[in-house]
């Protein structure tokens, strides 16, 4: 704290809160009567001139508040004020810092408390003797904190770190468990990796090696590529345009092998009922339809062509109806010691997909499924899947096509349709999340 060379005659306590404040550096003129001893009968009286210095220095003197004990006189103290500031108040914040062997001393001239803001103010008045002149100045006053250095330097205890619920999980095992609890988890800890505990070199391995994977892995074309050419089906035009360009007659039944299959004997019987016998799988609505339906016209080579894939597509439903009594005979079996008999439900749709493309082929693309399950004897939504995975959309009946075949509004509402797409369209499967 700095002394002024000037004697102080007196401290004046003053309200700067106020509404009237002194002007700067204004003075005015008082008689200063001193009384002398009671047994001094004489008043002398002199002329003061009073001053009131209204300017700001970090060099004056200011009023300072301890807590407790005051500290030595020789104490020095730094005082710390702010460069730049938004507004003027805000400029007039300073902090003054001291220290002793033993304490330190934080003092500030402000308060952040919002019923202290209308603080009181110190004036300080200088005498001067030469000039009778008494001048009074504006002072800070500074509120000091007192912090010990040797509880300063103490380490803060550490803070209780809550447990997780494995970690309370073995502490009451090893505390109430046998021995092979006990093992189990100590075990356990010696065996687990944390990430901390990882060497730098060992964690760079690690993510290079992932990374190797990942770029192992094939991209989302492949995928679909690889599916496209694995699919449950026959040989398909991915790019057609037209409904009869997606599948090819010659890529489900080779050319040679329709034409040695059998149809003399149905050609040449008198009724459509003789020749429903004559077909290897008979109790069929959708082989006795189609039957009809030839047997009206002339036996053309067109006709003929259709009869052959009628009779071939009655030989798969006969192999699919009665597959688990067909026997293997003959050395074959014998050398692979009796081989089951019974189909996969993978083989069994793979067949249902070539005989359901005939089917589509003889009917011009769009047909009704519900023959086809009620012959099978197969549930009606897996037949639909199966001619959605051949491409086709199913749906329920326009309204042209149920006036054609004269079902009324209520009868059609269970009715569907399976419609080959061109290009197909295949169901795409839902990933899980």
């Given at each position: 704290?700095?002394?002024?060379?000037s004697?102080?005659?007196s401290?004046?306590?003053?309200?700067?809160?106020g509404?009237?404040?002194p002007?700067?550096?204004s003075?005015?003129?008082?008689?200063?009567?001193?009384?002398?001893?009671?047994?001094?009968?004489?008043?002398?009286?002199?002329?003061?001139t009073l001053?009131?210095?209204?300017?700001?220095?970090?060099?004056g003197?200011?009023?300072?508040?301890?807590?407790?004990?005051?500290p030595?006189?020789?104490?020095?103290?730094k005082l710390?004020?702010?460069?730049?500031?938004?507004d003027?108040?805000?400029?007039?914040?300073?902090?003054?810092?001291?220290?002793?062997n033993?304490v330190e001393?934080n003092?500030?001239?402000?308060s952040?408390?919002?019923?202290?803001?209308?603080?009181?103010?110190?004036?300080?008045?200088?005498?001067?003797?030469?000039?009778?002149?008494?001048?009074?100045?504006?002072?800070?006053?500074?509120n000091?904190?007192?912090?010990?250095?040797?509880?300063?330097?103490?380490?803060?205890?550490e803070?209780?770190?809550k447990?997780?619920?494995?970690?309370?999980?073995?502490?009451?095992g090893?505390?109430?468990?046998?021995?092979?609890?006990i093992?189990?988890i100590?075990?356990?800890?010696?065996n687990?990796?944390?990430?901390?505990?990882?060497?730098?070199?060992?964690?760079?391995?690690?993510?290079?090696?992932?990374e190797?994977?990942?770029?192992?892995l094939?991209s989302?074309?492949?995928v679909?590529?690889?599916?496209?050419?694995?699919r449950n089906?026959?040989?398909?035009?991915?790019q057609?345009?037209?409904?009869?360009?997606?599948?090819?007659l010659?890529?489900?039944?080779?050319t040679?092998e329709?034409?040695?299959v059998?149809?003399?004997?149905i050609?040449?019987?008198?009724t459509?009922?003789?020749?429903?016998?004559?077909?290897p799988?008979?109790n069929?609505?959708?082989i006795?339809?189609h039957?009809?339906?030839?047997w009206n016209?002339k036996?053309?080579?067109?006709?003929?062509?259709?009869?052959?894939?009628?009779?071939?597509?009655?030989y798969?439903m006969?192999?699919?109806?009665?597959?688990?009594?067909?026997?293997?005979?003959g050395e074959?079996?014998?050398?692979?010691?009796?081989?089951?008999?019974?189909m996969?439900?993978?083989?069994?749709?793979k067949?249902?997909?070539?005989?359901?493309?005939?089917?589509l082929?003889l009917d011009e693309y769009?047909?009704?499924?519900?023959?086809l399950?009620?012959?099978?004897?197969?549930a009606k939504?897996?037949i639909?899947?199966?001619?959605?995975?051949?491409?086709?959309?199913?749906?329920?009946?326009?309204?042209e096509?149920?006036e054609?075949a004269?079902?009324?509004?209520?009868?059609?509402?269970?009715?569907k349709?399976?419609?080959?797409q061109?290009?197909?369209v295949f169901?795409v499967?839902?990933?899980?999340?």
């Amino acid at each position: 704290m700095s002394d002024s060379e000037s004697d102080v005659s007196s401290v004046i306590s003053s309200d700067t809160s106020g509404d009237s404040e002194p002007s700067e550096d204004s003075e005015q003129t008082y008689i200063n009567n001193t009384n002398g001893s009671k047994g001094k009968k004489r008043q002398l009286e002199e002329e003061v001139t009073l001053s009131v210095d209204m300017s700001e220095d970090n060099d004056g003197p200011a009023l300072a508040w301890f807590p407790g004990v005051i500290p030595p006189e020789e104490t020095e103290y730094k005082l710390y004020v702010r460069s730049e500031a938004k507004d003027a108040k805000l400029m007039k914040q300073k902090i003054l810092f001291g220290e002793t062997n033993y304490v330190e001393l934080n003092g500030v001239n402000y308060s952040e408390l919002k019923d202290m803001k209308d603080m009181y103010g110190y004036l300080v008045g200088v005498y001067d003797k030469e000039t009778s002149t008494v001048t009074l100045k504006e002072i800070p006053v500074f509120n000091f904190s007192v912090v010990v250095k040797k509880r300063k330097l103490m380490k803060k205890p550490e803070s209780s770190v809550k447990k997780s619920y494995a970690e309370a999980r073995a502490d009451l095992g090893r505390t109430f468990g046998n021995k092979k609890l006990i093992q189990r988890i100590n075990d356990a800890e010696k065996n687990a990796v944390y990430a901390d505990m990882v060497e730098a070199s060992t964690r760079d391995s690690i993510i290079q090696t992932v990374e190797d994977k990942l770029q192992m892995l094939p991209s989302t074309e492949q995928v679909n590529s690889d599916i496209d050419a694995n699919r449950n089906i026959p040989p398909y035009n991915a790019q057609a345009t037209e409904p009869a360009n997606v599948y090819k007659l010659e890529d489900i039944v080779p050319t040679n092998e329709l034409n040695m299959v059998p149809i003399k004997q149905i050609l040449d019987a008198t009724t459509s009922e003789e020749a429903l016998q004559l077909f290897p799988f008979k109790n069929s609505k959708y082989i006795t339809s189609h039957l009809l339906k030839y047997w009206n016209f002339k036996f053309d080579q067109q006709t003929r062509r259709k009869i052959q894939i009628l009779v071939y597509i009655s030989y798969l439903m006969c192999f699919s109806s009665h597959q688990k009594t067909i026997e293997r005979r003959g050395e074959v079996a014998k050398s692979l010691n009796s081989p089951p008999r019974k189909m996969t439900p993978v083989l069994q749709n793979k067949l249902y997909s070539y005989a359901f493309v005939l089917c589509l082929i003889l009917d011009e693309y769009v047909l009704d499924p519900t023959n086809l399950a009620n012959d099978l004897c197969v549930a009606k939504q897996r037949i639909n899947d199966i001619f959605k995975s051949l491409g086709c959309r199913v749906d329920k009946l326009t309204k042209e096509e149920r006036e054609t075949a004269g079902f009324t509004a209520v009868e059609a509402r269970s009715m569907k349709r399976a419609r080959l797409q061109a290009p197909p369209v295949f169901p795409v499967k839902k990933q899980k999340k």
